[in-house]
């Protein structure tokens, strides 16, 4: 069965970090171009980090360059967003999905809830 699932979600004071892992099961994420996107309450989901399979080049949305970190552990087929320096406007579920331009027949995780609150 595909699946992909997030952890690592909570809340967290503002200047907080989190790390969020995406496990993959049933397909080798290695072979895919993963992607990181969230969804703030009343806002349209966002890109937030990609990989791409091929070359290994990173993609971060210009609002969490130098604060968040993409990785990836082929042999745990888990990826990993880490977030540093998180701000209230960070709140939001985070998924990650199959591709960096998901389309119908991608994959998403059920998605893991950020808060950042003091």
């Known amino acids: 069965q595909v699946q992909l699932v997030e952890s690592g979600g909570g809340l967290v004071q503002p200047g907080g970090s989190l790390r969020l892992s995406c496990a993959a099961s049933?397909?080798?994420?290695?072979?895919?171009?993963i992607g990181w996107f969230r969804q703030a309450p009343g806002k349209e989901r966002e890109g937030v980090s990609c990989i791409n399979s091929s070359d290994g080049s990173i993609y971060y949305a210009d609002f969490v360059k130098g604060r968040f970190t993409f990785s990836r552990d082929n042999a745990k087929n888990t990826v990993y967003l880490q977030m540093n320096g998180l701000t209230p406007e960070d709140t939001a579920v985070y998924y990650c999905?199959?591709?960096?331009?998901?389309?119908?027949?991608?994959?998403w995780g059920q998605g893991t809830q950020v808060t950042v609150s003091s």
């Open positions: 049933g397909f080798s994420l290695a072979n895919y171009d």
């Open positions: 999905a199959s591709d960096c331009v998901p389309m119908e027949d991608d994959y």
